[in-house]
């Protein structure tokens, strides 16, 4: 079955930095990459998702990158502020599944 | 529309004693989720329904039945409580592949 690594477990940046988080993944059928943030005592939501046929995909202060080849995918936020702090999950699904696998999750930590 | 809710929002069980977590979702949406969370850690699958009627099981269903009579329903029931399952239990809806919706999730304690 598939299985996701996320990296690091625990990011601290400084307010207006970038943050970048890596997870890979093994199902080479996987397609669909959903990253979640999840304040604390709050539900997961989601922020940006990407799909195996799109290299590269942004909103705003975030963006999402796949390498299907090395089987990779990052979320990349730009200008941090404080708010962005809560632990960030990455997940992929796919191959006639639905469901996802997600990564163990990195909390990002924004220092003003 | 409500999206998906969660209730209780909190229980405490002793070892042993029974309940159910109730979800409902009201955007018609045919795959149903029910994950545990563990402090600090991620969401792992308990079991999941691709519709009414149908459930399979995912990654940790020991402990854990489920049932799904209406599109709307994907009630979490525990048997024979144990400390092992205290956790946040968070249920979840999606519409094929695409975006799934969490409740506000339930914090259970077996003491």
């Known amino acids: 079955g598939e299985n996701v690594e996320q990296h690091p477990s625990t990011l601290s940046v400084q307010e207006g930095d970038s943050a970048v988080i890596k997870c890979t993944y093994s199902?080479?059928?996987?397609?669909?990459f959903p990253w979640y943030k999840q304040e604390l005592g709050k539900r997961p939501q989601l922020i940006i998702d990407i799909r195996s046929n799109v290299g590269e995909k942004k909103d705003q202060r975030i963006a999402v990158t796949l390498n299907k080849t090395a089987k990779h995918f990052s979320l990349h936020i730009t200008e941090t502020q404080p708010e962005d702090s809560a632990v960030y999950f990455c997940a992929a699904s796919g191959g006639g599944s639905e469901k996802l696998v997600f990564g163990k999750g990195t909390k990002l930590t924004v220092n003003p | 529309n409500a999206g998906v809710t969660q209730t209780p929002k909190f229980r405490i069980l002793k070892i042993g004693q029974s309940m159910t977590l109730q979800c409902t979702q009201d955007?018609?949406?045919?795959?149903m989720y029910w994950y545990r969370q563990d402090p600090g850690m991620g969401l792992k699958l308990i079991y999941y329904?691709?519709?009414?009627?149908?459930?399979d099981k995912g990654e940790v269903p020991n402990g854990y039945n489920v049932s799904r009579s209406t599109t709307e329903d994907f009630p979490l029931r525990l048997e024979l409580a144990a400390p092992s399952q205290t956790s946040v239990y968070f249920c979840?809806?999606?519409?094929?592949?695409?975006?799934?919706?969490f409740g506000p999730g339930t914090r259970l304690t077996v003491l």
């Open positions: 955007m018609n949406h045919n795959y």
């Open positions: 329904s691709v519709g009414a009627g149908i459930t």
């Open positions: 979840a809806s999606s519409q094929t592949y695409n975006e799934q919706f």
């Open positions: 199902d080479s059928a996987s397609n669909y």
